[in-house]
């Protein structure tokens, strides 16, 4: 898709919420509308603490990326990626190790892919990183149309990210079935590293608060969102050897003093780990 294209997908998108712009909203950035942010304000009525789960998660993912690139990794799968702004993906692995990481960024959401094009095509270097229009359940689809780009070598370890991307998925989709099947792409050595968001079962006024939010998501976006127990998000990890520290509050994982649960880890209500294929 040309630029033109792609900023006419945007365009018409103005008065439509989404899911990929809220999250650049909650993180600070400006590729937003007036309908993100409403919703978005919206939603933080209901739970305040939304703003700094959006900036924990983007705070794991920085820490994921930089612990991959320390293992000697270099090719980067982000799927659910939204847009591609506000220190993702490329931007932490070029700056740890800079002119060597390759990134293909997924999202099923036309306008994010969209706009991921644009701020790409203007901000990275097009030979190393990619964004594609595919969908998670696609399995052999999407990933066929990873390898397609040129950037991955199946042979090598790739570092796959699924962060804050599963609990838009309710049980019935059977997220791990699909998941365990990107798992046997990946070569010995590659990492998966996922966040989820997890409420405690004593947790009350935040689970009736989850399931406003839920709601709102699914008549406003489509993409209904809910917590899942630690057992459930520890499955995903199935056929993986847990790197330490394992699967702990989101601002836990190797943290780095940036985060801003730092104090209060529990407050992210989310959980994170990554993964070793071995």
């Known amino acids: 898709m040309s630029e033109s294209s792609a900023a006419d997908r945007v365009a018409a998108s103005v008065n439509k919420v989404s899911v990929g712009r809220v999250y650049d909203y909650l993180l600070g950035g400006v590729h937003n509308y007036a309908v993100d942010q409403a919703f978005a304000e919206e939603q933080l009525k209901i739970i305040p603490d939304a703003r700094n789960f959006a900036l924990s998660n983007r705070a794991f993912l920085g820490r994921a990326v930089r612990y991959a690139i320390d293992q000697g990794i270099r090719q980067f799968v982000d799927i659910g990626s939204g847009l591609p702004t506000q220190g993702n993906v490329h931007e932490v692995a070029d700056e740890a190790a800079p002119g060597q990481s390759r990134v293909v960024y997924i999202d099923n959401e036309p306008i994010a892919h969209a706009h991921a094009e644009i701020l790409l095509d203007r901000t990275a270097d097009p030979s190393r990183h990619r964004a594609i229009d595919a969908d998670f359940f696609d399995r052999d689809v999407m990933w066929q149309r990873v390898l397609d780009t040129g950037l991955i070598d199946p042979d090598k370890p790739v570092a796959l990210l699924v962060v804050a991307l599963l609990h838009f998925m309710p049980p019935e989709t059977d997220p ?30 935040m689970l009736e608060a989850s399931k406003k939010v839920s709601t709102a998501y699914k008549e406003r976006t489509n993409s209904p969102a809910g917590p899942r127990s630690r057992p459930d998000i520890e499955a995903f990890f199935s056929g993986l050897e847990l790197v330490e520290p394992g699967l702990v509050w989101v601002p836990q994982w190797r943290p780095d003093g940036k985060d801003p649960f730092d104090q209060e880890p529990k407050r992210a209500r989310g959980l994170a780990g990554v993964g070793r294929k071995v």
């Open 176 to 205: 791990g079935a699909v998941l365990d099947y990107y798992k046997r792409q990946l070569a010995p050595g590659s990492l998966l590293a996922l966040s989820h968001i997890h409420v405690e079962p004593d947790d009350l006024e």
